[in-house]
């Protein structure tokens, strides 16, 4: 036991810097050993699990992409099947969409937002923990299904009918439909936190026009999931009914619609590649700014960027459907949509050169990969103008130019940022810095690798090359381009494995790392590396946009925080002038209970209705534990 | 790093209320979401009907009294939950364990108003894509009756325990209102579009 002090309600102003670290410590930690692992509700011990995660789901999606042009690489090859290719474009499609690019995305804000704004946890830290349950139990859900053969079938957006129960037999489109809805669960469940913590949490002074550009893009993010994801929760329920209760929903014969289904997929569809972009181009413009010494130009423009994005993200999911045959007049408004939303990205175009060209850069790694970023994405940007032309589209449609075009904006457009953002917040993360030669190695093949697989699937989708098959014959004139393909694909491998093999050497024996190694401006350089759990001692309080830079030898805080529960600051949504000292919520292991529940009730609906009833019974019980007081002083005001 | 303490917060209150409180706005954020999903319903709905030669499909207009029933129910149940918002206000325990007892029946008795709606409809979810629309709307807000439903029975239970008498709960309570007044107010463009487009 733990005799406290005489004084009730101990406050950091009366503590030392020693003292409150030891006293931080104790109400902050999370205990060693299994029960504190499954219990923590700490979002940096969370967020890096989200992250190693990602990553392993990147690796094996990157694994069925070698599998994929190892079959392609010759005519009438015969290493894979057509029923396992089928299964193996659609794992890797939806692996590397719901499992990884998302997700990924989310995680590195579970890691960043929160020391960003200078709070010590997420907002509902146990929603946090819940939310990453779910995301796991949704990604091993897919793949075990996958190891027993077992794996969808039916394209990453699975389109009725052939995802209906009139094609679609077995249970391998039903564990697409409720994969989608164990990550859709979670990134919901994430984009809340994020959304709360940055209207609410934010450091005193931390006004709106302070905010650090990455957290206003996973704040715009979190709202794009928040009004995109349900449209795709009410598509899989919908095609999981047609399927197990026999509903119409998309079954023409009894006046349902198979377009339905489409624009339900795509107006979360194509949000979705916003969802996967805009945190990209939050770290971009965080990368950009620290490597050239200076803020990056035009704040007030790039955050209107981000914000039109995320409007007229909703306004395009129909240039998705071009062939389906929809009337004249609405696919001109999407074409005009469509095209319309390269402005606000040649903006932030514009914005990083104007910065770069002002500045000093510095060719760190982290840099590299932004300019990577920058010429990919500009050569995806410009063949997505090229496919919002209706005529155009009607003849690369389901064409390789497609893959070609959507893995110049996806790899290009988030995968550069990350690998990027990786090397940057690296140190942060572990307290260990990347080797920069190596770095150097990842970036150049992982560049030229890029573009010597996937430029040319541009010239074979021009040569008529459909995608999604799983071989073709020695007569097309495919065979040269695929075997060159395929090789290529091998300089790419090498360079992830290069970098696999950079980070966990790293984390294990780089040079350690100081606080804030490349000198940046933003928060969380304002702490150890890695943070403490508590990440700051006390909380800082903030003066302008970037808070390290002015005076880089003091840091202004805040004081009078108890240190007997877990506090931190509630501020006003505007200003950020503080309201409240607020409780947070301590470890927990009913997140946990409360996920497994959850993933009971969602596997067993794929075999009868009746889970859905039964089902609710465990998961009630497990939220109840989770929600009841505890009488700990988190609980009790 | 020096740090250098520029503000004293000591004299801030140990908890945030209404728009100070994080689970206030998490519960707007929930709204949001939920909000979308049964707006997407009844485009869903609209949609099939666009499509549709006439609506409803293969079944008469549904009956009207039990969903008018429920949909006055819930109007009335407004009131005691406005009344219980002001009573977690004023941090009244006596008051609020009333409200809860008197919420908790008014989450019931649209149970047994809903029990009759689905056959009301006059079709069932598999015979149609009307029919499916349907059952779905109507089971899609009566999973939210349930939760909410759920949530007041905890929250009257926690109010009866040792654990009632503190802000944080009186906190939880006003969201639970809050929560409520959602569930209703979703309910009538769900109502109206349920009952009185197939009678246009
Ligand atoms: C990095 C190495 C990668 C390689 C070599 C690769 C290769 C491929 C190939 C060959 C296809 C076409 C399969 C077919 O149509 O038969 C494909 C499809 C696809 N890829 Fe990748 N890919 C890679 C990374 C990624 C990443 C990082 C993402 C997402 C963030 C992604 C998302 C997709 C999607 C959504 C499809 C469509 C699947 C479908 O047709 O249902 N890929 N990929
Ligand atoms: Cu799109």
């Given at each position: 036991m733990i005799v406290r002090d005489e004084v009730e309600d101990l406050r950091d102003t009366a503590l030392d810097e020693v003292q409150l670290d030891r006293r931080l410590s104790e109400t902050w930690s999370t205990p060693t050993g299994l029960w504190g692992a499954l219990s923590t509700v700490d979002h940096k011990i969370i967020g890096r699990r989200y992250i190693y995660t990602a990553f392993i789901f990147l690796a094996l999606g990157g694994i069925l992409a070698l599998a994929m042009r190892l079959q392609l690489s010759e005519p009438e090859a015969r290493f894979i099947g057509p029923d396992r290719y089928n299964q193996i474009f659609t794992m890797h499609?939806?692996?590397?969409?719901?499992?990884?690019?998302?997700?990924?995305?989310?995680?590195?804000?579970?890691?960043?937002?929160?020391?960003?704004?200078?709070?010590?946890?997420?907002?509902?830290?146990?929603?946090?923990?819940?939310?990453?349950?779910?995301?796991?139990?949704?990604?091993?859900?897919?793949?075990?299904?996958?190891?027993?053969?077992?794996?969808?079938?039916?394209?990453?957006?699975?389109?009725?009918?052939?995802?209906?129960?009139?094609?679609?037999?077995?249970?391998?489109?039903?564990?697409?439909?409720?994969?989608?809805t164990f990550t859709e669960v979670s990134a919901l469940a994430v984009a809340v936190e994020i959304v709360v913590t940055v209207l609410k949490q934010r450091a005193p002074g931390m006004s709106l026009d302070r905010i650090p550009l990455f957290v206003w893009s996973m704040l715009v993010t979190s709202f794009l999931i928040i009004l995109a994801m349900p449209a795709i929760m009410i598509a899989s329920t919908a095609l999981i009914l047609d399927r197990l209760v026999g509903t119409h929903?998309?079954?023409?014969?009894?006046?349902?619609?198979?377009?339905?289904?489409?624009?339900?997929?795509?107006?979360?569809?194509?949000?979705?590649?916003?969802?996967?972009?805009?945190?990209?181009?939050?770290?971009?413009?965080?990368?950009?700014?620290?490597?050239?010494?200076?803020?990056?130009?035009?704040?007030?423009?790039?955050?209107m960027a981000l914000v039109t994005t995320g409007v007229l993200a909703f306004g395009l999911w129909v240039h998705h459907m071009f062939v389906a045959g929809l009337p004249r007049l609405g696919e001109s408004f999407f074409t005009a949509s469509s095209m319309a939303i390269a402005i606000p990205a040649g903006l932030q175009i514009f914005c990083w050169l104007a910065t770069m060209w002002a500045g000093r850069p510095v060719f760190k790694t982290p840099f590299l990969f932004v300019i990577g970023f920058m010429v990919i994405f500009v050569i995806g940007g410009m063949t997505g103008v090229m496919v919002a032309s209706v005529p155009f589209d009607t003849q690369v449609h389901d064409t390789?130019?497609?893959?070609?075009?959507?893995?110049?904006?996806?790899?290009?457009?988030?995968?550069?940022?990350?690998?990027?953002?990786?090397?940057?917040?690296?140190?942060?993360?572990?307290?260990?810095?990347?080797?920069?030669?190596?770095?150097?190695?990842?970036?150049?093949?992982?560049?030229?690798?890029?573009?010597?697989?996937?430029?040319?699937?541009?010239?074979?989708?021009?040569?008529?090359?459909?995608?999604?098959?799983?071989?073709?014959?020695?007569?097309?004139?495919?065979?040269?381009?695929?075997?060159?393909?395929?090789?290529?694909?091998?300089?790419?491998a090498a360079g992830f494995l290069l970098f696999f093999i950079d980070a966990i050497r790293s984390a294990a024996s780089g040079p350690a790392a100081p606080d804030n190694p490349w000198g940046a401006s933003t928060l969380e350089w304002a702490t150890s590396s890695p943070p403490l759990p508590y990440n700051f001692a006390r909380l800082p309080v903030v003066g302008s946009l970037e808070p390290l830079s002015n005076n880089s030898e003091t840091l202004s805080v805040a004081g009078g925080l108890s240190v007997d529960r877990r506090e931190l600051i509630v501020t006003s949504v505007v200003e950020a002038l503080p309201e409240a000292r607020e409780s947070s919520p301590g470890n927990s292991i009913w997140p946990l209970w409360s996920a497994l529940a959850t993933t009971v009730l969602l596997i067993w609906s794929i075999f009868t209705p009746w889970a859905v009833v039964w089902g609710s019974i465990p998961v009630s019980i497990a939220l109840i534990g989770w929600f009841w007081p505890k009488g700990t002083p988190e609980d009790d005001t | 790093m020096n740090r250098s303490v520029v503000l004293d917060l000591s004299k801030l209150p140990p908890h945030g209320l209404g728009t100070a409180s994080l689970t206030w706005w998490g519960t707007l954020a929930f709204m949001l979401i939920e909000g979308t999903g049964f707006a997407l319903s009844i485009v869903v709905y609209l949609y099939l009907m666009s499509l549709a030669p006439h609506w409803p499909l293969d079944a008469p207009p549904p009956d009207l009294l039990p969903g008018s029933g429920l949909t006055a129910l819930l109007i009335v149940s407004l009131l005691p939950n406005m009344l219980i918002a002001r009573w977690a206000r004023q941090q009244n325990l006596a008051k609020v364990r009333i409200g809860l007892v008197i919420m908790s029946l008014l989450g019931v008795a649209p149970l047994f108003l809903r029990v009759l709606e689905f056959p009301a409809m006059h079709i069932s979810w598999d015979q149609n894509a009307y029919g499916s629309i349907v059952w779905v709307m109507l089971g899609l807000h009566t999973t939210h009756i349930l939760t909410d439903l759920v949530e007041t029975l905890v929250?009257?239970?926690?109010?009866?325990?040792?654990?009632?008498?503190?802000?944080?709960?009186?906190?939880?309570?006003?969201?639970?209102?809050?929560?409520?007044?959602?569930?209703?107010?979703?309910?009538?463009?769900m109502y109206v579009c349920l009952y009185w487009i197939p009678r246009l």
């Open positions: 499609g939806t692996n590397m969409m719901f499992l990884f690019a998302v997700p990924v995305m989310e995680a590195m804000a579970v890691y960043l937002v929160p020391l960003m704004v200078g709070t010590r946890n997420i907002a509902f830290p146990r929603l946090n923990a819940f939310s990453y349950w779910m995301y796991l139990a949704g990604g091993l859900l897919l793949w075990i299904a996958f190891a027993v053969d077992t794996g969808p079938d039916v394209g990453w957006f699975a389109y009725v009918p052939l995802s209906g129960p009139q094609y679609a037999a077995g249970k391998r489109a039903d564990i697409w439909a409720q994969m989608i929903f998309f079954n023409p014969a009894e006046g349902g619609d198979v377009l339905l289904w489409q624009h339900l997929f795509w107006f979360f569809g194509h949000p979705e590649v916003y969802i996967i972009f805009l945190p990209a181009v939050g770290m971009v413009s965080t990368i950009v700014a620290t490597f050239t010494r200076r803020p990056v130009f035009g704040y007030l423009a790039m955050v390789y130019f497609v893959v070609a075009h959507f893995h110049y904006v996806l790899v290009g457009g988030a995968v550069f940022p990350l690998l990027g953002a990786i090397y940057y917040w690296f140190p942060k993360i572990t307290g260990r810095m990347m080797s920069e030669t190596l770095g150097r190695w990842t970036f150049g093949l992982i560049f030229t690798g890029f573009n010597l697989t996937f430029f040319p699937m541009h010239i074979l989708g021009l040569q008529g090359m459909p995608r999604r098959i799983y071989t073709y014959q020695p007569e097309m004139p495919w065979s040269g381009l695929n075997m060159f393909i395929s090789l290529s694909a091998v300089i790419l | 929250l009257t239970c926690l109010m009866f325990s040792k654990h009632g008498d503190n802000p944080r709960r009186y906190g939880d309570v006003s969201d639970n209102a809050m929560y409520w007044n959602f569930v209703v107010a979703t309910w009538l463009p």
